[in-house]
Every structure is written in structure tokens, then in C-alpha cells.
């Protein structure tokens, strides 16, 4: 019997092992896409923080030909077209799914969804992998980068008074005696 119950101790202890060893690396943190022109910010989201959320932070080219924010010109719906890039969500609720998370990717590039999932490969690697229609497929890796230097929402007035050149500060009046 003793021996019994220390063979199920030791399977449990085991599948306990593998179980964990299972389940996906967090992704949390701040992203640099391959192609070095965005910043993607991942956080836990969902129920019990069990899933992952991104949002774009960051963007090499933030403002678009007429120096207003980059916005979402290729969406689908022209209700969502003027809205901002920066801060834009690209990962929605992703979930576990053995040693990565998956769900779906939104490319504003294209205004496409597509199936996702992302594994860390390393602390400084997240691997991305995504098909379109489950025929056109491709990955790429995001290198992690520091969560500082993340630009803000850019908006058409922030545009206007960035041109206008700042106030001069007045010397102060010495204090009389």
C-alpha cells in the first residue's frame, strides 16, 4: 500500500512537472517588431489576467503625410478610420494554449485579421506566427525593449501647438531691499 501510494505521489508530482512546464512563458512587456517600425506593449487582460492583450506604444513614423497622427485608413469599417495607430489594440484576449497564446492579430497595414500565436523564445524573443485564412502564413520575431520612451496619442491640436515655437520665460525681478 505504501508503496502504491508513493508510485501515485511521484506520477502526480510528475504530471504536476509537465503541466507547468506546459504552459506558455509570459509575453508581458514592451516589443519592437521585426521590422523596427512599431512598438507593441503586452499585458495580461481576460478573465483572472489569463489571457494577453498588445497595443501599439510606439511608431518610427508617427504622423502620416499631412503631419496629423498616423491612423487606421485601412480598416474595413470607415467608422474606425481616423482613429489613432498609437494606442491601437492589435492583440485582444489571446489565450493559453500549451507553450504559447493564440488568437487573433489586427494589421492595421492591411486592416486584416489573421490567426495568431506567440511563443517567447527567449526574455528578449517573442515569436509570432500568423495565417491568413489558414493558406497565406508567415512569422517573424519581436525583440523585447524597454518599457520607457513610448510616445503618447498624438491628436490633430497637439499637432498645431508642437509647430508653434514655445514662450521665452521672463527673468524674474530681483527682490528689493
Do not use: H
Not at 469599417?77 to 492589435?90: A, E, M, N, Q
Not at 517567447?120 to 517573442?126: F, M, N, P, T, Y
Amino acid at each position: 500500500m505504501r508503496i502504491a501510494l508513493r508510485s501515485a505521489l511521484v506520477l502526480a508530482a510528475l504530471g504536476a512537472a509537465s503541466a507547468a512546464s506546459a504552459a506558455p512563458k509570459d509575453p508581458t512587456g514592451t516589443w519592437l517588431t521585426e521590422d523596427g517600425r512599431a512598438k507593441v506593449k503586452i499585458d495580461r487582460c481576460g478573465p483572472g489576467a489569463s489571457n494577453i492583450c498588445g497595443k501599439v506604444v510606439w511608431l518610427k513614423s508617427p504622423t502620416g503625410p499631412t503631419g496629423g497622427p498616423r491612423t487606421d485608413l485601412k480598416n474595413p469599417d470607415p467608422k474606425k478610420r481616423s482613429r489613432p495607430v498609437i494606442g491601437l489594440t492589435l492583440l485582444d484576449n489571446l489565450k493559453p494554449e500549451e507553450a504559447k497564446f493564440s488568437g487573433e492579430i489586427y494589421n492595421a497595414e492591411e486592416g486584416k485579421m489573421y490567426s495568431v500565436s506567440l511563443e517567447r523564445e527567449s526574455a528578449s524573443e517573442l515569436s509570432i506566427s500568423g495565417c491568413l485564412l489558414k493558406v497565406l502564413c508567415g512569422s517573424q520575431t519581436w525583440n523585447r525593449v524597454p518599457d520607457v520612451n513610448q510616445q503618447a496619442a498624438i491628436t490633430p491640436a497637439d499637432a498645431k501647438t508642437a509647430a508653434k515655437p514655445a514662450a521665452k520665460p521672463q527673468p524674474e525681478a530681483e527682490p528689493e531691499d
